[in-house]
């Protein structure tokens, strides 16, 4: 079983697009019609295109946005910090 992830409320995909758009690599691609991203999931969150996309550029300015977001870091603060710790503790 896995753990329910929180469904992203619709106002912040615009901020999502934003930063996808920002964090582009190439203006053309094939995969994902120029857009920068696939898709939402089921979650209502963005699917990032790997091939025209900062993948991890895109992780660390969603991971900021969460932070500065009250109502996100509500939602999924507690995701980013878990992984956060597992980084602290494999490094040492």
């Known amino acids: ?11 912040h995909l615009d901020r999502a697009r934003e930063i996808v758009a920002e964090k582009r690599t190439r203006q053309k691609c ?3 019609y120029d ?7 089921q979650n209502n969150l963005l699917v990032p295109c790997a ?6 550029g895109v992780m660390e300015a969603w991971r900021g946005y969460v932070a500065e977001t009250p109502a ?7 995701y980013f910090e878990e992984e956060e710790e597992g980084t602290d503790e494999s490094q040492q």
């Open 35 to 41: 857009r920068g991203y696939i898709g939402t999931n």
């Open 72 to 78: 996100l870091k509500e939602l999924y603060g507690d």
């Open 30 to 32: 094939k995969s994902c």
């Open 51 to 56: 091939k025209c996309t900062d993948v991890d």
């Open 1 to 11: 079983m896995s753990e329910e992830i929180p469904r992203l409320p619709d106002e």
